[in-house]
């Protein structure tokens, strides 16, 4: 799962993760087995990403602008990562 290897390298802020969309599509694109499209909708789904309507990113607070970043939310990460542990 991706978010236990950013969890090596980013902070979690208010619960959430917040990465690059670049960074973001890199990571999903690395396996071929599904498109981004797909993947992201998966993720959506299950409330990784908090995100706006049609969309995968949210804006976000970068110093003196706002950018658009994927904002992944930890707390369902958890949720998840429990659940697979018990089967």
């Known amino acids: ?4 290897v ?9 619960n959430r ?9 890199g990571l999903l694109e690395q396996n071929n087995y599904m498109k ?3 993947k ?3 993720y959506k789904d299950l409330n990784f990403i908090l995100h706006d309507k049609n969309n995968y ?4 607070k970068d110093e003196k602008k706002t950018v ?3 904002v992944l939310n930890h707390n369902t990460y958890l ?5 697979s542990s018990e089967v």
Do not use: A, G, H
């Open 1 to 4: 799962m991706i978010v236990s």
């Open 6 to 14: 950013l969890l090596e390298d980013y902070p979690i802020v208010s």
């Open 17 to 25: 993760i917040i990465i690059s969309r670049e960074y973001f599509k």
């Open 36 to 38: 981004f499209k797909d």
């Open 40 to 42: 992201t909708k998966i």
């Open 57 to 60: 990113t949210l804006p976000v």
């Open 68 to 70: 658009r970043k994927v």
């Open 79 to 83: 949720t998840v990562k429990s659940l």
